[in-house]
């Protein structure tokens, strides 16, 4: 696993700079919302307004706005500790390990009568 390791080097590296960069210019074209934007994403200021306005969104709602606007980015950073966490299980699955045996099921399939059965010619009254 290791030994092409460096002939992937230049690319990798050119993949994570172009991720940086834009890392960069998207943390440099980020800007806080105003009152007024707060205001429209969460419209119900308390629990006994919602009651008061018919229009006003409900608890499931409100929890979606929230987690949605407020929190995205503790979201989305779970979703990727969720996925590196996956994507680790996977790997400790398939990797090879000395002395554990496992079913080949090609070899299984391949496998003939001859290989597996041997007919013994048994005398009348003398058992096995």
Request: glycine share 10%; net charge positive; aromatic share 8%.
């Amino acid at each position: 696993m290791k030994q092409g390791f460096l002939s992937y080097l230049p690319i990798g590296g050119a993949v994570a700079g172009l991720v940086v960069v834009e890392l960069i210019l998207a943390f440099a074209a980020w800007s806080a919302p105003s009152d007024d934007a707060l205001a429209r994403a969460h419209p119900a200021a308390s629990a006994g307004s919602a009651l008061a306005k018919p229009g006003a969104p409900g608890n499931v709602e409100s929890l979606g706005l929230i987690l949605y606007t407020d929190y995205v980015h503790y979201f989305q950073i779970a979703g990727l500790i969720l996925l590196v966490a996956m994507i680790g299980a996977i790997i400790l699955t398939f990797r090879t390990r000395e002395g554990v045996r496992k079913q080949d099921p090609a070899a299984q399939v391949a496998r003939r009568r001859a290989a597996s059965v041997e007919i013994k010619k048994v005398e009348t009254g003398q058992g096995i």
